[in-house]
Nanobody, 122 residues
């Protein structure tokens, strides 16, 4: 049975860092597009960063470029999101998801994790 399990969320002060992890079972991540998405209260879910293993293509939302880095360890079947210089507007529930279509859009994803909460506040 497939699972995507996120971890690493928490409360952090503005300017701080967190690293999120997403571990997959029953999937070989190198066969999929995998991404991070977030949803703030009252807002739609949005794509934060996505990675396509073939070719190493990555996408980032404009709001996180230069601050967030997506990486994957196909041997561990895990994808990471390193988040630096965090801002209060980064607060939300962060989800990892996988799909087969390239593009960092929630509607492109087929499988979702349960999410991990990130709160940026002083």
């Amino acid at each position: 049975q497939w699972h995507l399990v996120e971890s690493g969320g928490g409360l952090v002060q503005p300017g701080g860092s967190l690293r999120l992890s997403c571990s997959a079972s029953a999937f070989h991540l190198d066969s999929y597009v995998i991404g991070w998405f977030r949803q703030a209260p009252g807002k739609e879910r949005e794509g934060v960063s996505c990675s396509r293993s073939s070719g190493g293509d990555t996408k980032y939302a404009d709001s996180v470029k230069g601050r967030f880095t997506i990486s994957r360890d196909n041997m561990k079947n895990t994808v990471y999101l390193q988040m630096n210089s965090l801002k209060p507007e980064d607060t939300g529930t962060y989800f990892c998801a996988i799909g087969t279509n390239w593009g960092c859009h929630p509607e492109f994803q087929d499988y979702w994790g349960q999410g991990t909460q990130v709160t940026v506040s002083s």
